[in-house]
T-cell receptor
Framework: NAGVTQTPKFHILKIGQSMTLQCTQD?????MYWYRQDPGMGLKLIYYSVGAGITDKGEVPNGYNVSRSTTEDFPLRLELAAPSQTSVYFCASSYSSDQPQHFGDGTRLSIL | KQEVTQIPAALSVPEGENLVLNCSFTDSAIYNLQWFRQDPGKGLTSLLL?????REQTSGRLNASLDKSSGRSTLYIAASQPGDSATYLCAGETDSWGKLQFGAGTQVVVTP
């Protein structure tokens, strides 16, 4: 059972570079979410999607973009990386809004 | 804006003691409340989800209560074991889209 798979697990990026964090789920979940977790803090919502073709901003969307062309995939794009985007990024999915969210193992991103 | 607070930030108990973890939230118009467990370097695992119409949920040694009027949820873990050592996070659902507002978590150490 793969669940929610995130790649890469670790990455170092230079300031000003761009990259895409990948997230895929095999549970046929409609809802998908991207969070970031900074040390000693709770998770903050970046973007979410309620189905293919539908995305919306969360609490901290600046500097990020998403797309949802299929039910399975929900990539997160960082444009012009900044040191403030150094964080652990988690992708999650759920069948509906009142069902538990399933999380991937995260991508640990450092921007230097 | 929903604010979620977890106190204490860290807790150490001897094996066999019952654990009581607290979560408070500012907006009583919460949809659902979820409790998660996070192991070091890992993603989050959903433990219990309490829907807004419920007052508690139970799973094995875990019991979670929800009191919307006082803005509090409590997670009880009976007869703690060293394997229960982890960080426990609570999250309130802020709207019908499943968007979660997380607390910073309580780090639990159960000593043999």
């Amino acid at each position: 059972n793969a669940g929610v798979t995130q790649t890469p697990k670790f990455h170092i990026l230079k300031i000003g570079q761009s990259m895409t964090l990948q997230c895929t789920q095999d549970m046929n979940h409609n809802y998908m979410y991207w969070y970031r977790q900074d040390p000693g803090m709770g998770l903050k919502l970046i973007y979410y999607s309620v189905g293919a073709g539908i995305t919306d901003k969360g609490e901290v969307p600046n500097g990020y973009n998403v797309s949802r062309s299929t039910t399975e995939d929900f990539p997160l794009r960082l444009e012009l990386a900044a040191p403030s985007q150094t964080s652990v990024y988690f992708c999650a999915s759920s069948y509906s809004s009142d069902q538990p969210q399933h999380f991937g193992d995260g991508t640990r991103l450092s921007i230097l | 804006k929903q604010e979620v607070t977890q106190i204490p930030a860290a807790l150490s108990v001897p094996e066999g003691e019952n654990l009581v973890l607290n979560c408070s939230f500012t907006d009583s118009a919460i949809y659902n409340l979820q409790w998660f467990r996070q192991d070091p370097g890992k993603g989050l695992t959903s433990l219990l989800l309490i829907q807004s119409s419920q007052r508690e949920q139970t799973s094995g040694r875990l019991n979670a209560s929800l009191d919307k009027s006082s803005g509090r949820s409590t997670l009880y873990i009976a007869a703690s074991q060293p394997g229960d050592s982890a960080t426990y996070l609570c999250a309130g659902e802020t709207d019908s889209w499943g968007k979660l507002q997380f607390g910073a978590g309580t780090q639990v150490v159960v000593t043999p």
